[in-house]
């Protein structure tokens, strides 16, 4: 139904930006939130950020607020995250994903996500 694919990881020092995209096939996508996990080598898949379909509302983890923004083109079914004043602890691999509900208490929690991209590399040095 929702096919999902990242790029635009790499690697950046420390302070630097990236911008990743999330370029999704199916004719229903402006219908589902969309969410940004990241998962870091022996640690669990974490939320970063989501927007929602009808009014694109955005939320964010705590740790990346005022660093990253999420924004979305519906009309070219693609999804950002725009990550500014990059941390060594942003480094893993990010994920997005498409959430069919409209309550954005949801939004926050993996297992509510019914569609995931195969992940992007970010690494940070220091």
């Known amino acids: 139904q929702v096919q999902l694919v990242e790029s635009g990881g790499g690697l950046v020092q420390a302070g630097g930006s990236l911008r990743l995209s999330c370029a999704a096939s199916?004719?229903?996508?402006?219908?589902?939130?969309m969410g940004w996990f990241r998962q870091a080598p022996g640690k669990e898949r974490e939320f970063v950020a989501a927007i929602s379909w009808r009014d694109s509302s955005t939320y964010y983890a705590e740790s990346v607020k005022g660093r990253f923004t999420i924004s979305r083109d519906n009309s070219k079914n693609t999804v950002y995250l725009q990550m500014n004043s990059l941390k060594p602890e942003d480094t893993a691999v990010y994920y997005c994903?498409?959430?069919?509900?409209?309550?954005?208490?949801?939004?926050?929690?993996?297992?509510?996500?019914?569609?995931w991209g195969q992940g992007t590399q970010v690494t940070v040095s220091s």
């Open positions: 199916g004719r229903t996508f402006s219908r589902y939130a």
């Open positions: 994903a498409a959430n069919p509900s409209s309550y954005s208490r949801s939004y926050y929690y993996k297992q509510e996500y019914d569609h």
